[in-house]
């Protein structure tokens, strides 16, 4: 009687066991694990191009992954040489100088398909004229973003930036549909 209940209790542990990971299996990837971007900001030359002001960041791609990055002065990595990809240092320096091109290494959840959507927030009083920016997907270098260009002061304390996701040809011309962000708790962290 008493192997007949060990029996019956190994199988159902077994199917049990079995239920788990097989529903594991079906949880989407991105669910699973966060990534490591480096993204690239130009700051323009420009007298006054320069600012301290806190600078965010919104990135992702069009299957609604959505990382944002709030005080992106504060997970400065290194400073790189404008002219070709070479490091200059990597001593922390106060990133967004008038002629110096910054990169910066954050966290968030995995994009799935290429970044094709970049939005700059400054919130102060300075202004500011990045270049380009761009995003770089580490683990996986074809999620990467193509080059976004700004080359005009940024609006203060409004969302700014490109998407180049879902767009439609018309005998109108290219119809861009409009994205709506919800509000997300910010929990990107930098990489040490």
């Known amino acids: 009687m008493e192997i007949k209940n060990r029996k019956g209790l190994i199988i ?8 788990l990971l097989a529903g594991g299996e079906n949880l989407p990837q991105n669910m699973k694990r966060n990534c490591t971007y480096t993204v690239t900001i130009q ?30 002065n504060s997970k400065h990595v290194r400073k790189v040489d404008p002219l070709q990809p070479v490091v200059l240092d990597d001593i922390p320096r106060k990133p967004f ?31 500011w004229r990045p270049g380009f920016a761009q995003v770089e997907a ?11 260009y700004f080359r005009r002061y940024l ?5 700014h930036g490109y998407d180049f996701c879902d767009k439609e040809v018309t005998p109108f011309g290219i119809r861009h ?16």
Not at 155 to 159: D, E, G
Not at 177 to 192: D, G, H, L, N
């Open 12 to 19: 159902a542990c077994c199917i049990f066991l079995h239920a």
């Open 43 to 72: 700051t323009k030359c420009t007298k006054g191009a320069d600012t301290s002001d806190h600078v965010s960041l919104r990135f992702g791609d069009t299957k609604s992954n959505d990382i944002v990055v709030q005080h992106l």
């Open 97 to 127: 100088q008038a002629c110096s091109v910054d990169e910066f290494q954050v966290r968030g959840q995995c994009v799935e398909s290429p970044v094709c959507y970049l939005y700059l927030k400054l919130s102060g009083n300075d202004d």
């Open 138 to 148: 580490v683990e996986e270098s074809h999620l990467s973003s193509r080059y976004f």
């Open 155 to 159: 609006p203060r304390n409004v969302w």
């Open 177 to 192: 549909k409009r994205k709506i962000f919800a509000k997300k708790p910010a929990a990107e962290t930098s990489m040490p």
